[in-house]
């Protein structure tokens, strides 16, 4: 009884020191859209971005998405210290980017002669959706 106890507090100081500029930070990191983080982690599109903008969230939700970037490595809970997004080099991020650039180059080249007019219509329609995202 002690131990859930204890979890449980923990888990609450973890949560709350996971902040709505943690979450947009590693997202953007990630090259995530509020969306691809909603599938990811499951939870909604309209609480990540009531979050993402200072509003409330149920503690279940909150650490659901900061497990989720801890997960990828981007959000860090350290002892005393609380929850941080980690510190990407300018070096090793446009390493990232490249290997990112290199593996959807591929998996395009492999797709593309397995698409219909339907795919290709709907890989338009996406396209043009995110010409007036603003949280890409």
């Known amino acids: 009884m002690a131990s859930?106890?204890?979890?449980?507090?923990?888990?609450?100081?973890?949560?709350?020191?996971?902040?709505?500029?943690?979450?947009?930070?590693?997202?953007?990191?990630?090259?995530?859209?509020?969306?691809?983080?909603?599938?990811?982690?499951?939870?909604?599109?309209?609480?990540?971005?009531?979050?993402?903008?200072?509003?409330?969230?149920?503690?279940v939700t909150r650490l659901a998405l900061a497990f989720r970037l801890e997960a990828e490595g981007l959000v860090m809970f350290q002892r005393n210290r609380g929850a941080m997004v980690t510190r990407i080099s300018e070096a090793e991020l446009a390493q990232m980017f490249e290997v990112r650039m290199l593996l959807e180059d591929k998996v395009l080249r492999l797709a593309i002669p397995n698409m219909t007019e339907?795919?290709?219509?709907?890989?338009?329609?996406?396209?043009?959706?995110f010409v007036g995202e603003d949280d890409v």
């Open 4 to 59: 859930l106890a204890i979890k449980t507090t923990l888990e609450r100081i973890a949560v709350y020191q996971f902040t709505p500029a943690h979450s947009a930070q590693a997202r953007a990191m990630l090259g995530w859209s509020v969306e691809e983080l909603s599938h990811q982690s499951g939870v909604s599109v309209q609480a990540i971005r009531r979050f993402e903008t200072g509003g409330e969230l149920l503690d």
């Open 118 to 129: 339907d795919t290709f219509a709907r890989a338009e329609g996406i396209c043009q959706e």
